[in-house]
């Protein structure tokens, strides 16, 4: 049986009608609300901090051309050998088993790619982790199962908390399902805030997708990176390092607000956890 054009018509319409539909879909992922997560959202959330905004532009504007490219040429590559060498077209094989030429080609082209990859790949990696000048230093450490915020005291800070899952009954309207917590941490927009993160316990991970910034929180380390709020509003994380049986109850809320507001919060923060070190509140509690 001879393939004709009418069989490779029908299979290119399946393609396109596969990948139009996909291309439009991944379009609304530009859609998104930002800092929280979009039903349906496709690709990054909007970012907010520069690191993520890179991290946002290498993605789209690199890694996904690559890996569409190099999907639709295998692809096409299959449904070609597929079609052409078939037993009723081509009965006879070739015994041809090698091809210096092709095989010098086809280890070439992917080392220049991942060598093209990597010079932006670097950079932004560089990005995310050396940390600027920063105006604000946020520790945060990792606890099964929630996290724990210190603010410095030459900071105006000297106070910690914990920020603990709201139990779906609490739940206000508008509100959102495992991701709400009990206390926000706060910090000021258009400011660098450096993080400092280590864990209590077992190896959590402490990650916010719309700044781009994820890091391992691991015992007896302290970790850093940091992050740019270049618009206020709410924004939400999670652990992403499974910790354990409530590793899913774990979210993360920074609040970025102007410098005013946060003056005012560091200050009425300080009256609320007054004297209460989150580890020696947690014993207390447990008592
Ligand atoms: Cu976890």
Redesign the pocket.
Known sequence: MVIGKRQMRACGVRVAAVAIPAILWAGFAFAQEIGRPTPGGLGLPNMATPVGDETQQFYNLILMPVISFIALFVLGLLVYVCYRFNEQVNPIPSKLTHNTPLEIIWTLIPVLILLFISVPSLRLLSNQVVVPEASVTLKVTGNQ?YWSYAYPQDQGGGFSFDQMLKPESDLAPGELRLLTVDNEAVVPVNEVVAVHITSNDVI??FGIPSFGVRMDAIPGRLNQTWFKVEKEGVYYGQ?Y???GKD?AY?PIVIRAVSREKYDAWLAEAKQKFAGADSRMRVAAESR
């Open positions: 199962w959590h991970a652990c390092f499974i910790c590793h774990m």
